[in-house]
């Protein structure tokens, strides 16, 4: 195989065509919430994998390798802990109007819209009260595009946390091997994801072509003394336009987690409720073996993706780091190292 290693033209999760992002947050006196859906082309197929001790979660067993459901019409990312899980009502009626679903009868509109969704705790900045609902979910669908990814203090990122600063939505994409594997994080980890002693975000090394600016700012900041959250979650997605199974879709989530856990320190903590979603297009194909070769060649292609969901988790993490803007007293990234605003 000719390997080549490189973002895609938008550098986000729509690099894999087919797929559309849209968000839908809302922001008020001292709190903050929203929303973030991905829309799937036909035929996608899902998986998942949780690795956190606090997950909140809608539809995940559906995703598991022996059950029955193969696709999925959306995935559904949103603030405002268990409560949250409520957007993807919005996302499964906006889906079902336009008979996208899981067919359970004779005719058109007789489906059920697989859904699976995933939430973070932002309650302390959402008041305890201006949580996302079904509105929110099919807010987000509307806003929907397979264009540039709006990221930082945006749809489920808004009111995101990592460690001591302000955390938000972040993507990235890799072409490998003529395949395109792209990103969606929303950063709110318990961790921290920054070297305070020299600004340098722990994922920074990952980069490629030069996708986070000129130098980092090698000095130290002070921290705000701002009490921890002790329950946080970072969730996502990890897409690829080839054509695999729900089991080889899930090694993808699987190998995603390396690229969290590359960017937060520490990650899957039992006050995380860390959740990667992965899905596959199936537009292009592994190369398959042919009975003859001594290397098992799909699974070595399979390999190759993998990797590169690592990686590009951990970009996306970094981009979602620096695209966030304060909130209230929690500083971000920005704030203490303005060198690198962007």
């Known amino acids: 195989m000719t390997a080549t290693s490189a973002s895609g033209p938008l550098n986000a ?17 001292g709190w903050a919430t929203g929303t973030t859906v991905i ?3 036909p035929r996608t197929v899902g998986a998942v994998d949780a690795r956190g001790g606090a997950p909140g979660t809608r539809e995940t067993d559906t995703l598991l390798p022996e059950n029955l459901v193969q696709y999925v019409n959306a995935v559904c990312l949103s603030g405002g802990s268990a409560y949250g899980l409520a957007a993807a009502d919005g996302v499964m009626q906006w889906l079902a109007e336009r008979n996208e679903g899981l067919p359970v009868g004779a005719r058109p509109h007789e489906v059920v819209p697989i859904v699976p969704s995933a939430v973070l705790f932002d309650l302390p900045v959402n008041a305890w009260g201006n949580r996302p609902d079904s509105r929110f979910g099919r807010a987000a669908c509307e806003a ?3 264009g540039p990814v709006e990221q930082g203090s945006v749809g489920a990122g808004t009111g995101a946390r990592v460690g001591s600063l302000k955390g938000g ?25 920054v070297d305070d002693l020299t600004g340098v975000p722990f994922a920074a090394g990952f980069g490629v072509n030069g996708e986070f600016g000129g130098p980092w700012p ?14 946080n979650t970072t969730i996502g997605v ?11 879709t899930r090694r993808l989530a699987v190998a995603a987690h390396d690229g969290l856990a590359r960017a937060v320190h520490p990650a899957h903590s039992m006050f995380n409720g860390d959740t990667i979603f992965a899905l596959a297009t199936g537009t292009k194909t592994l190369v398959e073996d042919d009975g003859y070769a001594k290397e098992p060649l799909r699974a070595l292609g399979l390999d190759r993706l993998c990797t590169a969901a690592a990686d590009t ?3 996306a993490m970094v981009h979602g780091l620096l695209a966030a803007r304060t909130n209230g007293q929690l500083p971000a990234y920005r704030d203490l190292w303005p060198e690198k605003a962007r």
Do not use: Y
């Open 169 to 193: 939505v972040g993507t990235a994409s890799t072409v490998v091997d003529g395949f395109t594997v792209g990103a969606l994080a929303v950063v709110n980890a318990v961790g921290e994801a």
């Open 218 to 231: 090698n000095r130290a900041a002070t921290l705000p003394d701002i009490p921890r959250r002790l329950l």
């Open 39 to 41: 829309l799937t082309p």
């Open 238 to 248: 990890i897409a690829v336009d080839a054509k695999l199974a729900k089991a080889e």
């Open 313 to 315: 988790f951990s970009r």
């Open 13 to 29: 999760i729509t690099d894999v065509e087919g797929l559309r992002v849209g968000h839908h947050q809302r922001v008020g006196d």
């Open 144 to 146: 929907a595009s397979d």
